[in-house]
């Protein structure tokens, strides 16, 4: 069974960072593109960032670009979110999600940016 | 960017309805698009992926067709659990978009 499992929100303050987790199991993590995709309070589904299997590209969504660095580590199952000059904008549900095609999303992880 | 637009917004409808929500692409995606169920708390579910193929474990009363910039999502017959926030997305470009939602409401 695939499970992705968010970690590492919270709150914190504009201008602050704060760096997301994605532990996977249950399919090949290495051969799979993988998303971080984001839904404000109340709001709509917004795609953030992709990378693909071996971190060869790297995508961004223009209102995170410059701030956001995703990544990834294959040996550990892993897929992070790097989240500098946060903004109150940036406040969201953070989910991860293996290709989006795919159908498997982890349960999401809140960020709150609040001074 | 390619822009998802659905309609309508917002739908009220009754159990046993047949209900159509329309997903309309800025440009041609070709087949590439997913329809996604949403609960509130919940993450979204995969219903319906490549315009028109259902997702292991989803009900056959849910049916997706359209392809190049025209897409519905079809639900044959309204049942209980069905009511909830439905989104589209394409994956054509590797910017991936979604619709702004569509909640199905119990009239």
Known sequence: EVQLVESGGGLVKPGGSLRLSCAASGFTFSSHSMNWVRQAPGKGLEWVSSITSSSSSIYYADSVKGRFTISRDNAKNSLYLQMNSLRAEDTAVYYCARELEAGDWGQGTLVTVSS | ?107
Do not use: H
């Not at chain 2, 698009?33 to 992926?49: D, T, V």
């Not at chain 2, 190049?68 to 439905?86: M, N, V």
């Open chain 2, 1 to 107: 960017d390619i822009q998802m637009t659905q309609s309508p917004s917002s739908l009220s409808a009754s159990v046993g309805d047949r209900v159509t929500i329309t997903c309309r692409a800025s440009q041609s995606i070709s087949t590439y698009l997913n329809w996604y169920q949403q609960k509130p708390g919940k993450a979204p579910r995969l219903l319906i992926y490549a315009a028109s193929s259902l997702q292991s474990g989803v009900p056959s009363r849910f049916s997706g067709s359209g392809s190049g910039t025209d897409f519905t999502l079809t639900i044959s017959s309204l049942q209980p659990e069905d009511f909830a926030t439905y989104y589209c997305q394409q994956s054509y470009s590797t910017l991936p978009t979604f619709g702004q939602g569509t909640r199905l409401e119990i009239k």
